[in-house]
């Protein structure tokens, strides 16, 4: 079955730092992995995903991630934070050719941005 | 309704008793999941209904844990004998069916177990 790790529990940054959030995924087929974002107060939304073609996928409000397949990781990057984007990220994957193909998410990875 | 609903939105209850939560999905999405959202577990994946195949019920936690989803809509999620580890935010999300679509999700239903 597929798992995801990721590996910052807990980040701070200033503003305008660069971020990027690990996400590390186990499982060895065809994936389709995201990122959502849960910012304080509101329910979980999704900020991009990757089915297939171009590896670099751009989301909204600036973010954008890597799928690399020989890394298993799908890292989230943004080249200069807001305060607006204190939030938590959450990592997902689902492996869509497989009987098994749920959506499993990480244990998410809390960003507080410093004004 | 516009979006996915559930409730009740807050609910505490006594060791010992059984709890139900509810999800009401957004019209004509076939997927359905129920997760667990507790400080330091992120998002526990508890169970999984996909149209009419048998349900994904891999991630609940003990036989106190069952779902059910009437019609393909409407989902129940009940906690029988609750117990204060049971304490967590519990959310329902939809997506339209298999594949890379997204995932919706309600608000949430708050269980405080005393």
């Known amino acids: 079955a597929q798992s995801v790790s990721q590996h910052n529990h807990h980040v701070i940054l200033s503003e305008a730092a660069s971020l990027e959030l690990g996400c590390n995924y186990s499982?060895?087929?065809?994936?389709?992995l995201f990122w959502y974002v849960q910012y304080p107060g509101q329910h979980l939304q999704l900020l991009l995903k990757y089915f297939s073609g171009d590896p670099l996928v751009k989301g909204i409000k600036g973010f954008e991630a890597e799928f690399i397949k020989s890394k298993f990781s799908f890292n989230l990057r943004k080249p200069s934070v807001q305060w607006s984007d204190t939030a938590e990220y959450f990592c997902?994957?689902?492996?869509?050719?497989?009987?098994?193909?749920?959506?499993?998410f990480g244990k998410g990875t809390r960003l507080h941005i410093l004004p | 309704g516009a979006g996915v609903s559930q409730s009740p939105s807050n609910k505490v209850t006594e060791k010992g008793k059984d709890v139900e939560l509810r999800c009401d999905p957004i019209s004509g999405h076939t997927a359905l999941y129920w997760y667990r959202q507790s400080l330091g577990q992120g998002l526990e994946f508890l169970i999984y209904f996909q149209g009419n195949s048998a349900p994904d019920k891999s991630g609940l936690p003990s036989d106190r844990f069952s779902a059910e989803r009437t019609g393909g809509s409407v989902s129940t999620l009940t906690i029988q004998r609750t117990q204060q580890e049971d304490s967590a935010v519990y959310l329902c999300?939809?997506?339209?069916?298999?594949?890379?679509?997204?995932?919706?999700f309600g608000e949430g239903s708050r269980l405080t177990v005393l």
């Open positions: 999300a939809s997506s339209l069916g298999r594949g890379p679509g997204e995932l919706f």
């Open positions: 499982y060895g087929g065809t994936v389709n």
């Open positions: 997902a994957v689902n492996a869509p050719m497989n009987r098994d193909d749920k959506i499993i």
